[in-house]
């Protein structure tokens, strides 16, 4: 088996699609679908307590679950987070400074701090 296989074996709980989280707010439809066909979801009270940390736009704008990928740019092991939104929202809960406005760099600490968050809310990829 080569990387590529082991990659996307490892990314088969992927979202199929994002929806906004205003339409998971409106609609109470919770769940999404996965690249295996599986169901994922979201705990209510994440999209509640991330609605309550968002401006009327950024919930039009917003898409969930939240994509946290491998940084394989930077040496020492690092996350990140990209999309306009999805960093001015995830820098401000982690209460990290923006230096790209579409890119965040996570460390692992910051990765955990996020996950015990947004536990439902937050889908790891691996990159190559």
């Not at 439809?29 to 736009?57: M, N, P, V, W």
Request: glycine content about 6%; proline content about 4%.
């Amino acid at each position: 088996m080569d990387i590529e296989n082991i990659i996307r074996d490892m990314n088969k709980h992927i979202p199929v699609s994002r929806r906004t989280l205003l339409d998971y707010i409106e609609s109470g439809d919770d769940t999404y679908d996965t690249k295996d066909g599986q169901k994922g979801s979201i705990d209510r009270k994440e999209i509640e307590f991330l609605a309550g940390k968002c401006t009327e736009i950024e919930k039009m704008r917003l898409r969930l679950p939240i994509f946290v990928g491998t940084d394989t740019s930077y040496s020492g092991g690092a996350w990140k987070i990209e999309g306009k939104i999805e960093v001015e929202v995830m820098s401000r809960l982690l209460n990290k400074r923006i230096h790209t406005d579409d890119f965040l760099r996570l460390y692992y600490p910051d990765l955990k701090d996020l996950r015990n968050m947004l536990p439902t809310l937050i889908v790891v990829l691996f990159l190559p």
